[in-house]
């Protein structure tokens, strides 16, 4: 269902009044996690201003560490519609299980499944029977043809409305904390009619190294970006190692608006 072959023209996923795999470029900014009120207005505010068209930031977290930050979770999910509701800005969270899928469906306008999720078959299926846009992250060790079978589970039980996103994958390499597949980007837009998009945040994992694979996905044919911001990132509760303070997310939208308009 998802591929060239059965449909060759481009899939356009609807949210709210924006269209995604259209001529336009669509990039979604926000925080790994949310942690506070302040905290994600202000971010919500700066990165619209800077020409973000959609609001991220995590409330059920995936951890590797049991240890770590979970996520604000319900109150997290709270605070995601006020500032979507202070902004205007549709937003995007991780749905990390079956259990809390009704309540992050009733407060996101994408649903993420995230990269340790992709072969999460139930809650594809579960997603899948929604008819909520979703963004499907490539697993940490996924290939492209199982990152488009993923997508395959969500289509089949009648949710069309699928975004993939590249987000980096486990190689012999360990200067960066992933390694940013951009092959897949021009791959997966010869191989599916599915819109593509690019996290350079997880991709990469290093903060002064994310503009360039902004712009890099920009050029492969990437439809749009989700990329981490945080209004300071070495206190951010997760991932503030890779993520950008708005001034750095300011001047890389303005590299990536030249780019877009160069294509
Ligand atoms: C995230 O977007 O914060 C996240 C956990 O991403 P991934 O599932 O790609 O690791
Ligand atoms: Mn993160």
Same mark, same amino acid.
């Given at each position: 269902?998802?591929?060239?072959?059965?449909?060759?023209?481009? %899939? $356009?996923?609807?949210?709210?009044?924006?269209s995604?795999?259209?001529?336009? $470029?669509?990039?979604?900014?926000?925080?790994?996690?949310?942690?506070?009120?302040?905290?994600?207005?202000?971010?919500?505010?700066?990165?619209?201003?800077?020409?973000?068209t959609?609001? /991220?930031g995590?409330?059920?977290?995936?951890?590797? %560490?049991?240890?770590?930050?979970?996520?604000?979770k319900?109150?997290?999910?709270?605070?995601?519609? @006020?500032?979507r509701?202070?902004?205007g800005?549709?937003?995007?969270?991780?749905?990390?299980?079956?259990?809390?899928?009704?309540?992050?469906?009733?407060?996101?306008?994408?649903?993420q499944?995230?990269? /340790?999720?992709?072969?999460?078959?139930?809650?594809?299926?579960?997603?899948?029977?929604?008819?909520?846009?979703v963004?499907?992250?490539?697993?940490? %060790?996924?290939?492209?043809?199982?990152?488009?079978?993923?997508? @395959?589970?969500?289509?089949? +039980?009648?949710?069309?409305?699928? $975004?993939?996103? @590249?987000?980096?994958? /486990?190689t012999?390499?360990?200067?960066? /904390?992933?390694?940013?597949?951009?092959?897949?980007?021009?791959?997966?837009?010869?191989?599916?009619?599915?819109?593509?998009?690019?996290?350079?945040?997880?991709?990469?994992?290093? +903060?002064?190294?994310?503009?360039?694979m902004?712009?890099? *996905? $920009?050029?492969?044919?990437?439809d749009?970006?989700?990329? @981490?911001?945080?209004?300071?990132?070495?206190?951010?509760? %997760?991932?503030?190692f890779?993520?950008?303070?708005?001034?750095?997310?300011?001047?890389?939208m303005?590299?990536?608006?030249?780019?877009?308009? *160069?294509?």
């Open positions: 269902l998802v591929s060239r072959e059965v449909k060759p023209d481009d %899939s $356009i996923v609807r949210v709210g009044d924006l995604i795999g259209g001529a336009a $470029i669509h990039v979604i900014a926000g925080p790994c996690s949310v942690e506070s009120r302040e905290q994600i207005i202000s971010t919500a505010q700066a990165v619209k201003k800077a020409g973000a959609m609001l /991220r995590g409330a059920f977290k995936p951890r590797t %560490s049991p240890y770590e930050f979970q996520g604000l319900g109150d997290g999910l709270a605070l995601l519609a @006020e500032a509701k202070e902004t800005l549709l937003v995007t969270t991780e749905v990390k299980d079956t259990a809390t899928l009704a309540a992050v469906a009733d407060h996101t306008d994408i649903l499944v995230g990269a /340790r999720n992709m072969q999460n078959f139930s809650l594809l299926e579960a997603v899948g029977e929604t008819r909520k846009p963004l499907l992250k490539r697993g940490i %060790s996924a290939t492209i043809k199982e990152l488009l079978m993923a997508a @395959e589970y969500i289509v089949a +039980r009648g949710n069309t409305q699928v $975004i993939l996103c @590249e987000r980096g994958i /486990r012999f390499e360990n200067m960066t /904390r992933n390694t940013l597949d951009l092959n897949a980007v021009p791959m997966l837009k010869a191989l599916t009619h599915l819109p593509v998009f690019v996290d350079p945040s997880h991709g990469i994992g290093v +903060r002064k190294a994310v503009p360039a902004m712009r890099a *996905a $920009i050029a492969a044919g990437a749009g970006i989700i990329v @981490e911001v945080h209004p300071d990132p070495p206190r951010a509760k %997760s991932d503030g890779q993520s950008l303070d708005f001034s750095e997310f300011e001047k890389a303005g590299e990536v608006r030249a780019i877009a308009q *160069a294509m």
